[in-house]
């Protein structure tokens, strides 16, 4: 088996390699943002602060089947729209009401 035979073909495995990954972080960079804008949302309806939204969208991703990466999609267009599909909202509001504060944010305290 000569050198310069296998070169060449290792030089086009490893292109492809790296494209792949270059195409993976991508995606996991604007997954990364979407989930952000989901939480960035809950937070500025003063529901739930950063840590309590990432555990919102994790539990409804979990207790619905549906991709934590589409259930922040989901949210962010409900947010647009005023729709979203009626399984994740009621999983949505639910989780909001287990980790949301007890008590509206600027109301007088009891």
Do not use: C, Y
Request: glycine share 10%.
């Amino acid at each position: 088996m000569a050198h310069g035979t296998g070169e060449p073909a290792d030089e086009t495995d490893r292109i492809v390699e790296l494209q792949e990954e270059v195409q993976q972080l991508k995606e996991a960079v604007t997954s990364h943002a979407v989930v952000d804008q989901a939480i960035g949302m809950m937070v500025a309806m003063g529901r739930v602060d950063p840590e309590q939204g990432w555990t919102v969208l994790r539990e409804v991703s979990q207790h619905t089947n549906v991709k934590l990466r589409q259930v922040a999609e989901l949210i962010l267009l409900w947010g647009r729209t005023g729709e979203i599909p009626g399984e994740i909202r009621a999983e949505f509001e639910a989780a909001l009401d287990r980790h949301g504060p007890t008590q509206i944010p600027g109301s007088p305290s009891g």
